[in-house]
Nanobody, 112 residues
Framework: QVQLVESGGGLVQPGGSLRLSCAASGTFFTMAWYRQAPGKQRELVAAITSSGRTNYADSVKGRFTISRDNPKNTVYLQMNSLKPEDTAVYYC?????????WGQGTQVTVSS
């Protein structure tokens, strides 16, 4: 059974920074972060492969950085220059075979 444990969400003012972490119970080729704002569909924020190839949503390019520590099976999302529209529940995601695994979600609120 795959387990994904997230941490690092919270309340931050516009322009501030947060770092999310997700520790996985195994090794996965692709690890990613999604987010879902109230009333909106879940969307991809960033993804990274075990070789370090990354992919970002246009809305976060230049502000967010995804990284991973392969020996620790952990993926990070460094979020800088946060905006109110970044407010959402952020989910860690790994595909494994034909199954999608999701973390429990961590709330990120950007507000003054």
């Amino acid at each position: 059974q795959v387990q994904l444990v997230e941490s690092g969400g919270g309340l931050v003012q516009p322009g501030g920074s947060l770092r999310l972490s997700c520790a996985a119970s195994g090794t996965f080729f692709t690890m990613a972060w999604y987010r879902q704002a109230p009333g909106k569909q879940r969307e991809l924020v960033a993804a990274i492969t075990s070789s370090g190839r990354t992919n970002y949503a246009d809305s976060v390019k230049g502000r967010f950085t995804i990284s991973r520590d392969n020996p620790k099976n952990t993926v990070y999302l460094q979020m800088n220059s946060l905006k109110p529209e970044d407010t959402a529940v952020y989910y860690c995601y790994v595909p494994y075979g034909t199954v999608d695994y999701w973390g429990q979600g961590t709330q990120v609120t950007v507000s003054s």
